[in-house]
């Protein structure tokens, strides 16, 4: 049986999780004595729940960066601040 190449697993990261074909699209080939299905599918569902709140929390402190960045340029432009 043809085992698939390194490109063919790659990750295909997006903005949205939802989207993301990370863990969620990825599969392999059946093998004789591998592992166990169930076994290996409950985990990756793991994974995604885990990969998912990860980028919500990812997403949530970019946008705290953008808002804290935004209101300490109105500072500085209002002289600093203990002007």
Known sequence: MPTKQRADLAPKLTDSPEESAFVNDIEFDAAFRGYDRAQVDDYIEKLTVDYNAICKKCAALDDENRWLR???AEL???GGPGA
């Open 76 to 78: 500085m432009k209002k």
């Open 70 to 72: 935004r209101a300490l």
